[in-house]
């Protein structure tokens, strides 16, 4: 199956999420791949907003399921948040045996204290750590999807937006083949470490992360043999925070993967696409 368009959506789970989550969008039917844009949400999701953009969480969230549920079925779309927990967890915190399961328990929760607390109560009580991680976290060099850095991310993606779009997307690797978006876990941070960029110390003020924040778009643009344009290549350095960046190399992650989704396999945990 082809694909024609990749987005990008590097994801915040807190209150003012609509001021840290950004999204990029890559036009894959040319022989090279063309950066189209890259905004922050409450921009990229403006006509899915119900009434004027906001940065709160809620009303961004919602947009952002209502654009991933608006796509095209040539649409794949990467967001970098933990789609699922451990399976020692899934099975023995939640009862879950699948992954609808563990979307449908994670919501449950209700907040994402009462998630981390739940996942980590449990791990306490029957392993000898605190965070477990998932194999692919292991692999990727990624946090525990309950550590106190992610726990946000990991609840509001999974209860806020999985949760939403379940039906009018399939999120790999756990959906069978059926038509639509496809929406794919992916970690920017593993991304530029696998195409030899730099993997921290891009996010920042300084001369030095401005630096390195246009050898990495420079970088992922040699590997793709990709275009941007200048207005949209300058958003990208500028931006400071590295959101804007995180988006992009989000999109690149869920392109470059296209021909490595396996469908209705994941079991209960997943991958992480790099």
Same mark, same amino acid.
């Given at each position: 199956?082809?694909?024609?368009?990749?987005?990008?959506?590097?994801?915040?789970?807190?209150?003012?999420?609509?001021?840290?989550?950004?999204?990029?969008?890559?036009?894959?039917?040319?022989? !090279?791949?063309?950066?189209? #844009?890259?905004?922050? +949400?409450?921009?990229?999701?403006?006509?899915?907003?119900?009434?004027?953009?906001?940065?709160?969480?809620?009303?961004?969230?919602?947009?952002?399921?209502?654009?991933?549920?608006?796509?095209?079925?040539?649409?794949?779309?990467?967001?970098?948040?933990?789609?699922?927990?451990? %399976?020692?967890?899934? =099975?023995?915190?939640?009862?879950?045996?699948?992954?609808?399961?563990?979307?449908?328990?994670?919501?449950?929760?209700?907040?994402?204290?009462?998630?981390? !607390?739940?996942?980590? !109560?449990?791990?306490? %009580?029957?392993?000898?750590?605190? /965070?477990?991680?998932?194999?692919?976290?292991?692999?990727?060099?990624?946090?525990?999807?309950?550590?106190?850095?992610?726990?946000?991310? +990991?609840?509001?993606?999974? +209860?806020?937006?999985?949760?939403?779009?379940?039906?009018?997307?399939?999120?790999?690797?756990? #959906?069978?083949?059926?038509?639509?978006?496809?929406?794919?876990?992916?970690?920017?941070?593993?991304?530029?470490?696998?195409?030899?960029?730099?993997?921290?110390?891009?996010?920042?003020?300084?001369?030095?992360?401005?630096?390195?924040?246009?050898?990495?778009?420079?970088?992922?643009?040699?590997?793709?043999?990709?275009?941007?344009?200048?207005?949209?290549?300058? =958003?990208?350095? +500028?931006?400071?925070?590295?959101?804007?960046?995180?988006?992009?190399?989000?999109?690149?992650?869920?392109?470059?993967?296209?021909?490595?989704? #396996? /469908?209705?396999?994941?079991?209960? !945990?997943?991958?992480?696409?790099?």
């Amino acid at each position: 199956m082809g694909f024609e368009t990749a987005y990008g959506v590097d994801f915040s789970g807190a209150r003012d999420a609509g001021d840290h989550i950004w999204v990029s969008t890559v036009d894959l039917t040319a022989d !090279e791949p063309t950066v189209l #844009d890259c905004q922050p +949400a409450t921009d990229a999701l403006e006509a899915h907003y119900r009434g004027a953009p906001t940065a709160e969480r809620d009303a961004t969230l919602a947009a952002l399921a209502s654009f991933v549920a608006s796509r095209s079925a040539d649409s794949v779309i990467g967001f970098d948040f933990p789609f699922s927990v451990p %399976e020692a967890v899934a =099975r023995g915190a939640f009862g879950a045996g699948t992954w609808p399961e563990v979307v449908e328990a994670v919501a449950a929760c209700g907040s994402a204290d009462a998630y981390a !607390e739940a996942c980590a !109560e449990w791990a306490r %009580e029957h392993t000898d750590r605190t /965070y477990l991680q998932r194999d692919t976290d292991a692999a990727c060099g990624a946090l525990s999807p309950y550590h106190f850095f992610v726990n946000a991310q +990991a609840y509001h993606g999974m +209860a806020d937006v999985l949760a939403a779009v379940r039906g009018d997307a399939m999120v790999v690797p756990f #959906d069978p083949w059926d038509g639509g978006p496809v929406v794919a876990e992916v970690y920017p941070a593993a991304t530029l470490d696998a195409l030899g960029r730099h993997r921290e110390g891009y996010k920042g003020d300084s001369d030095t992360e401005r630096r390195r924040r246009e050898q990495n778009l420079t970088g992922i643009l040699e590997h793709t043999r990709g275009s941007v344009r200048s207005a949209v290549r300058e =958003r990208v350095v +500028a931006d400071a925070g590295g959101d804007a960046l995180d988006s992009l190399v989000a999109a690149v992650a869920a392109a470059r993967n296209v021909g490595a989704f #396996d /469908y209705g396999t994941g079991g209960v !945990e997943g991958r992480i696409y790099v």
